[in-house]
């Protein structure tokens, strides 16, 4: 395998900064190197390129050639990437860069995520920029900051730096779909302190875990009928231990809150009198459950092996009340939109679950199309946890995208994907969230559409993108620019 097997594909100018960023650590909300980086990518071109207060970077090039008269475009991506590995990868993500690999027509990653989100459409506005045979408009590239953990960069991003009329979103994930839409998100998080009691001392202590589940996005494939790792965990603990005695020492579940979760690991504690009347009942759960997810999660593993006694366990009381909480916060498809065919309109994903040293804690987060929706289903979320007394606050409110149907930027973009590819694009919205609906507060006056490259399970170990898709998408890019 050659040390960069993405530097001989074309288009050559996207794969080689494609590696170049992903050489740079860029989780959310540490995004310093990478901001860096891009700064000195532009300064490197002698193009104006401005920092604002919270690191938000804008490059800007003049237009070519005979395109002075056309309206400025703005192009724009994230910087941040989510970070995932699967259990056994050993990887760093704060001082490593991403290891890609090529598999036929994709690529992907080696046991981490890849970076495509929003990976793809940096590298292909980097290739825009330092271009000298593209014809196009004046362009301002604008890269955001912290998109996956509260979409902070473009809330608080200075807008007076901006002069475009016109915005290309590069963060769409179908590269036949042209996304004139998104569904606004708003997070969940809940504290309770429990009591903790020593662990019977004639017990075994177990680990339980659920592993290799596909995880995935959680809005844009949270219709996928994918299994969540702490709403099983919940199932096994309260349906299969709470009748033979099993007590909790500490759960830790899934890993960031806008994906689906894979993994989740228990420390429990069962009296030797009942232990092998559970043992049976836990292995006929997992059976059970094998069974109704064996379509969609082949690779999935539930396990128990025996591991030290730990000091303490949760108090029986306080154990119901967080089992029976889990068990009824909502958790998947909340509605489906009545205007779009086969668009969630709201949805939520109990994203994390934390049970450790007298601290009950959880992370999931709502998305809709539609404002009452999202506050609807995030009340859902309150009640439950609110029922046993946890203590639950909303943050990170974002707002959706509303389509527009006047758009001249959809129109245009319609009609060059007809005349490039001899068929008609798809045109809907999303249930993912765009920083598109951010920025049109800042900016209200601005056309924007978003499209990209062809990607798979972004937010997960298992994340790749087409490489077929990305010639696609450069060619449809470049055309872009050159009719807007």
């Known amino acids: 395998m050659s040390q960069n097997p993405t530097l001989g594909l074309e288009p050559k100018s996207i794969w080689k900064n494609f590696e170049a960023l992903n050489a ?21 071109l002698k193009l104006p390129t401005l920092v604002d207060k919270l ?17 400025t475009v703005i192009l724009q991506a994230h910087l941040d990437m989510v970070h995932q590995k699967n259990a056994g990868t050993d990887f760093d993500f704060n001082t490593e860069g991403i290891r890609s690999t090529v598999e036929g027509d994709w690529v992907t990653a080696e046991g981490t995520t890849l970076g495509a989100d929003n990976g793809i459409g940096v590298a292909a506005i980097m290739a825009v920029l330092e271009a000298n045979d593209l014809k196009h408009p004046a362009i301002e590239a604008l890269f955001t900051i912290d ?14 730096i901006l002069e475009g009329e016109l915005l290309l979103n590069l963060d769409s994930e179908e590269d036949d779909e042209l996304t004139i839409g998104c569904a606004g998100g708003i997070d969940s998080n809940t504290q309770m302190d429990y009591a903790e009691v020593p662990a019977p001392s004639d017990s075994t202590a177990l680990e339980i875990a659920v592993r290799g589940l596909k995880g995935g996005h959680s809005g844009m494939e949270i219709h996928k009928g994918r299994a969540n790792a702490n ?13 033979y005695g099993l007590r909790i020492a500490s759960v830790d579940g899934g890993s960031l809150r806008n994906a689906i979760p894979r993994e989740s690991v228990a420390v429990v504690v069962v009296p030797n009198g009942h232990l092998t009347a559970f043992l049976e009942a836990f292995d006929a759960r997992r059976e059970e459950i094998s069974r109704e997810f064996a379509p969609i999660e082949p690779d999935m593993a539930i396990e128990q092996r025996e591991v030290a006694l730990p000091e303490k366990v949760m108090q029986p009381a306080d154990q119901e009340k967080i089992l029976t909480a889990l068990y009824a916060v909502p958790n998947g498809v909340w509605r489906m939109s009545p205007d779009i065919p086969n668009l969630v309109e709201t949805s939520s994903s109990l994203a994390r679950v934390i049970v450790k040293d007298g601290s009950f804690v959880t992370q999931s987060l709502q998305r809709s199309s539609i404002e009452s929706g999202k506050h609807d289903v995030a009340f859902a979320v309150r009640a439950a946890f609110e029922a046993v007394g946890a203590t639950v606050v909303n943050d990170g409110d974002y707002p959706g995208w509303a389509p ?3 758009s001249r930027i959809m129109r245009t ?26 920025l049109s507060r800042h900016l209200p006056e601005l056309d924007m559409i978003s499209f990209g490259p062809t990607i798979r399970h972004a937010h997960s170990p298992d994340e790749q993108v087409s490489i077929s898709s990305v010639q696609k998408f450069w060619r449809y890019m470049v055309g872009a620019l050159e009719r807007v």
Do not use: Q
């Not at 996956?148 to 807008?159: F, V, Y």
């Not at 709403?231 to 009748?243: I, S």
């Open 404 to 406: 527009n149907a006047d």
């Open 413 to 438: 973009m319609e009609g060059l994907y007809k005349d490039l590819f001899n068929e008609a694009p798809k045109v809907s919205a999303c249930h993912a969230g765009l920083e598109c609906g951010i």
């Open 24 to 44: 740079v650590p860029r989780p959310s909300k540490k995004e310093d190197r990478v901001i860096a980086f891009i700064r000195a990518f532009g300064e490197s």
């Open 55 to 71: 690191g938000n970077v804008v490059i800007k090039k003049a237009a070519s050639s005979g395109m002075e008269d056309r309206p």
């Open 231 to 243: 709403k099983l965990m919940n199932r096994l603990l309260h349906k299969t231990g709470m009748p």
């Open 147 to 160: 998109e996956e953990t509260g979409m902070t960069g473009a809330k608080g991003l200075d807008a007076s």
